[in-house]
C-alpha cells in the first residue's frame, strides 16, 4: 500500500501564511505526479497545484503567484507553501500522489486523509 500522511493546516487571519507537508511512504517504485486539492463546503474537490516527475508545475489561477508547490523526490515529500491567504481559500487540503506500487504494472491514485485549512479573522 501507499500512505500519505499530511500536516500543517490551522487557522490564520487572511493575509497570513500556511505551509502544508505531505510525506507519501509504503512499498512505493515510483511517483508520477504530486500535488495538492482542496475541497470546501458545498462544493467539488479542484486541483490546487501539482508538480510532475520532471518537475513541472501547474496551478489553479485562484491561487498562481500566492501558493508555490515544491517536491523532494528523495524523501517523496511534497509542501505548499501558502501566502496572502483569503477566506475562499477555506477548505480541506487533499495530498495526493500518483504512484506505482512495488511489483505492480501500473500507478494509481493516492490521497491523504486531508487537513483543514481555515482562514478567518
Known amino acids: 500500500q501507499v500512505q500519505l500522511v499530511e500536516s500543517g493546516g490551522g487557522l490564520v487571519q487572511p493575509g497570513g501564511s500556511l505551509r502544508l507537508s505531505c510525506a507519501a511512504s509504503?512499498?512505493?517504485?515510483?511517483?508520477?505526479?504530486m500535488g495538492w486539492y482542496r475541497q470546501a463546503p458545498g462544493k467539488q474537490r479542484e486541483l490546487v497545484a501539482v508538480?510532475?516527475?520532471?518537475?513541472?508545475?501547474n496551478y489553479a489561477d485562484s491561487v498562481k503567484g500566492r501558493f508555490t508547490i515544491s517536491r523532494d523526490y528523495a524523501k517523496n515529500t511534497v509542501a505548499l507553501e501558502m501566502r496572502s491567504l483569503k477566506p475562499e481559500d477555506t477548505a480541506v487540503y487533499y495530498c495526493?500522489?500518483?504512484?506505482?506500487?512495488?511489483?505492480?504494472?501500473?500507478?494509481?491514485?493516492?490521497w491523504g486523509q486531508g487537513t483543514q485549512v481555515t482562514v478567518s479573522s
Open positions: 495526493n500522489a500518483n504512484a506505482r506500487r512495488a511489483l505492480r504494472p501500473s500507478s494509481a491514485d493516492y
Open positions: 509504503g512499498s512505493i517504485a515510483s511517483i508520477n505526479a
Open positions: 508538480v510532475t516527475a520532471g518537475g513541472s508545475t
